[in-house]
T-cell receptor, first 112, second 111 residues
């Protein structure tokens, strides 16, 4: 079974731009969670989608949003990028909401 | 914020030594997971624990779900250079639907 895939792997943007990241979960998994990882803050939970509905949300501003499609693929969008948004963005999938999660390789975002 | 206390934060050991790290919480957990993350990559699931007292091995790795359901430990025996990385514990609190993570243990091995 293929693992979690994320695209793109690397991205460079400038302040004020917006970005969309994509995540394809393991086949059959219906839950997708997103995390931001920075050296200073560790793994910070962004949100979780289950069957196209947002089930949990972390403490991030409204500039961070997401959605899930009927095939369980998920996208995350960050608008009006700030320098502090530079981070590794990780997606994880699980068969059941917030159960054992399997991570993708991440998207490294650099905001200049 | 994170609700798991993971220790130690970092370890510097010699190749061949055994390693032990743990996670504790004031809350009861239903699930404990241990992940390893290499630089620039996503965390990889090492061991999953679902029952209090459960002891599970994966090669040289052994993890246990504490009997009080408030802690878990991970042991690595006879460490090798590829064990270098950051190890995270994670768990699901009783009554919650959110996975919480420890701060990570950075393992460095001197050959």
């Amino acid at each position: 079974k293929a693992g979690v895939t994320q695209t793109p792997r690397y991205l460079i943007k400038t302040r004020g731009q917006q970005v969309t990241l994509s995540c394809s979960p393991i086949s059959g998994h219906r839950s997708v969670s997103w995390y931001q990882q920075t050296p200073g803050q560790g793994l910070q939970f962004l949100f979780e989608y289950f069957s196209e509905t947002q089930r949990n949300k972390g403490n991030f501003p409204g500039r961070f949003s997401g959605r899930q499609f009927s095939n369980s693929r998920s996208e995350m969008n960050v608008s009006t990028l700030e320098l502090g948004d530079s981070a590794l963005y990780l997606c994880a999938s699980s068969a059941v909401s917030q159960e054992t999660q399997y991570f993708g390789p991440g998207t490294r975002l650099l905001v200049l | 914020g994170q609700q798991l206390n993971q220790s130690p934060q970092s370890m510097f050991i010699q190749e061949g030594e055994d390693v032990s790290m743990n996670c504790t919480s004031s809350s009861i957990f239903n699930t404990w997971l241990w992940y390893k993350q290499d630089p620039g990559e996503g965390p990889v699931l090492l061991i999953a624990l679902y029952k209090a007292g459960e002891l599970t091995s994966n090669g040289r790795l052994t993890a246990q779900f504490g009997i009080t359901r408030k802690d878990s430990f991970l042991n690595i025996s006879a460490s090798i250079p590829s064990d270098v990385g950051i190890y995270f514990c994670a768990g699901t609190r009783q009554g919650a639907q959110k996975l919480v993570f420890g701060q990570g243990t950075r393992l460095t091995i001197n050959p």
